[in-house]
């Protein structure tokens, strides 16, 4: 329950929670679309999908199943074979390529940045091959570097003297610069750490959230898939489109065994990810205030724990009764005394699996609730989750 | 000593003749060999055919290239052409070979996010490919510098103007001081360009020298 975890991202899935004017630009059509490469290898096999514009459709599945091919087909880095694809409505080969590329972003692993440019000028590329002039495109990335959460003083760098994360970043404000509807991301963060590919994830999500553009993501991990995806596309080997759904429906009905065993063991666990913990009870808890004596705190335990909070009644950790009978009467509670909290539960975005969590990593046995801006507003118990749970599956919305 | 200062006119002539004749090779040689490197990069024949030649080149002793060049172009035999012309294919040869691997060397990630991104295949050459390559084409500059210089020198047996005619004419007159002021200014003028050509490769890549 430090502060940093009161966003419950990585462990419920927030959806970006989008803006309701965004442009209904870059609706992408497969139709019948087939690559056979010059060795005889059918890497896409006659697929046929639409990609909603302005939301996130993630490409998942095996190593060789063709969604690096699928995704270069797009913006003609491979030619197709046969079939057509449509970008709002246009053939994508009655475009001259580099023209259809600029108004199409993409985004790869390890970013792929020009060692020999600082920053600045690897975001501001694209802006001045279309002709915006310098001042303009470095006004332009100077913006974006804001956009992505990185420092000003970044620009100056040349991306060696970035981390992975960061220059995965830039590699994001890059393909945004002239700011196309369409953005293609190939595995750009699987070249980094568990916990950097889990804070760029959640950073896609809330800039998808500002932005709404229609993003094509490809990846083999389906937890980053389900995360990220408004609905997953899985393919099998040989290019073959196994299923097309919203996460939830791909965890609730698998198509076959073949998604069944890619979606993974746990699906029931993280299905309720999906499910939103609105009817959910929240019991009372009485919060010690940080700099309250100790013999205050030994009033407020409830069976052996008192939560602590700050001034802004924000939760930072547990007292337990263990603890307090080690320490004088007269002292303080400060974060020393303090047993860090589990994972929160954020009553407004959190879903029936952050309340668990929330409830299953608490030292205490109860979940921490909080609402939208953190300000604690009760308790939560696995007992609860399971009876919202039960609930929700006689209603049929889970997996029976 | 008194013998250079007494000579500082001549000396300052030879200079500039030997700064001229050694340095327009390589300036010339780098623009043509550029092109040739691009393509020796890019297709496989191009590349065993310019890598063959390059190397054919560079087996025939230049002085005996400088010396039929006017029969082949019906040039002067004193003329200053045939030597810039000379050294001007012994850079090019040396320098393709750079040029070409410089370039096979650049990341082929980079160069398709390069085209991913919407550059042409010229610019993306202008802009990524080649600036990538420059720490490499340097290097082969430096050596080709150097060789030309020494060459030049060389060249003074065949009548060639340059610090070489400190050694001709010191050899004939049996004057040590000047052979040696010869050779002691050919080292430095070497040691000078090759200096400069550092420096110039240093202030166009900033990027090679960041620290982590
Ligand atoms: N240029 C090529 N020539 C021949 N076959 C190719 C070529 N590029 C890809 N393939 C083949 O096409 C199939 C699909 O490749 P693709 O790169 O699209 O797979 P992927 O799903 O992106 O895999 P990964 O998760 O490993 O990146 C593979 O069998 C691959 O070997
Ligand atoms: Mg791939």
Known sequence: MVERSAVVSGRGYCRPH???????????????????????????????????????????????????????????????????????????????????????????????????????????????????????????????????????????????????????RVGVARALAVDPPVLLMDEPFSAVDPVVREGLQDELLRLQGELGKTIVFVTHDIDEAIKLGDKVAVFRTGGILAQYDTPAELLARPADDFVTNFVGRDRGYRALGFLTAGGLSLGELAPVKVGATVAEARQALRDGWAVVVDERNHPCGWLSADRLSSVDESATVDADLLLAGGSLYDTEHGSLRSALDAALSSPSALGVAVDGQGVLAGSITADEVLRALAAARTAGEVPQ | MTWVFDHLGLLGDLTVTHVYLSVLPVVLGLIIAIPLGWAASRWRPARAFLLTVSGLLYTIPSLALIVILPAIISTKTLDPVNVIITLTVYTIALLVRSIADALSAVPPTIVAAATAIGYRPFKRFLGVEFPLAIPVVVAGLRVAMVSNISLVSVGALIGIAGYGQLFTNGFQLQFVTEIVTGIVATLLLALVADLVLQLIGRLVTPWTRVGR
């Open chain 1, 18 to 168: 989008y803006r309701d004017d965004r442009k209904d630009l870059g609706v992408i059509e497969f139709q019948a679309v087939t690559k056979r490469f010059d060795d005889g290898t059918v890497a896409v096999d006659e697929l046929d999908l639409t990609v909603d514009p302005g939301r996130i459709t993630v490409f998942v599945g095996p190593s060789g199943c063709g969604k690096t091919t699928s995704l270069r087909m797009i913006n003609r880095m491979i030619d197709l074979t046969s079939g057509s694809i449509l970008v709002d409505g246009k053939d994508v080969r009655q475009s001259d390529p580099p023209l259809l590329r600029r108004g199409i972003g993409y985004v790869i692993q390890q970013a792929g940045l020009f060692p020999h440019r600082t920053v600045l000028d690897n975001i501001a590329t694209v802006p001045v091959l279309a002709g915006w002039g310098r001042a303009k495109a470095r006004k332009r990335a100077e913006e974006l570097l804001e956009t992505v959460g990185l420092p000003a003083a970044m620009g100056r760098r040349y991306p060696a003297q970035l981390s992975g994360g960061q220059q995965q």
